[in-house]
């Protein structure tokens, strides 16, 4: 993520797509890339699903399948390799799925690369400072603070921490008399009815 402060977006031949989300998606996503960075661009594809269709729209040059990078020493083999390979860009999928979240933020981070946020509807923005509203739009339909539930989400907010004080003081409570009972013998034995 070096580009997050350079608003231009260099000249694009190849690509990788960190597949984090449904093969749907990612389908639906390859002509967008395509309009995106230009038509002749190369795509590398980083999954952990089986390999796509002859006919699909990404057309990937190279797979990268995640379950042959299971141990710290290949994933740090593949990172080497991925950073050999020039890549200008990256396009990760944010589309609400908990699938490859640590890789492709591990990569995004790793990886001298602009990178492409695409969300469930195939509609992307780059992340850099140019783009911010976007990704503020993202973040706060991810957590629930859009329209009307965001109301209750910053009061549930607001309300935890007394929540977990009045739990605390209760628990303090309770055994600070429970605890003064049995110091002073006031416990008294409970007989069997």
Known sequence: MRHWFDNTIPPITRVLLVESGPR??????GPVLRMVCGGAVDVDLLTCFPAPREDSAIAPQKLYATQQY????????????????????????????????????????RLPVK???????????????????????????????????????LGELALFPLVVVWLLAYALFAHTRRGFRVLFGLDRPRTAQ
Request: hydrophobic share 50%; aromatic share 10%; with cysteine.
């Open 24 to 29: 749907l998606v990612t389908e639906k996503f």
């Open 70 to 109: 299971a141990t710290p020493a290949a994933r740090k083999a593949l990172r080497k390799e991925l950073q050999s390979n020039g890549y200008q860009a990256m396009a990760i999928l944010c589309a609400d799925s908990p699938v490859l979240a640590r890789w492709k933020w591990w990569l995004a981070l």
């Open 115 to 153: 990178v492409l946020v695409v969300n469930e509807n195939a509609d992307c923005f780059w992340l850099d400072r140019a783009h911010w509203l976007p990704a503020k739009r993202l973040l706060g339909a991810r957590w629930g603070l859009q329209g009307t539930a965001s109301l209750r989400t």
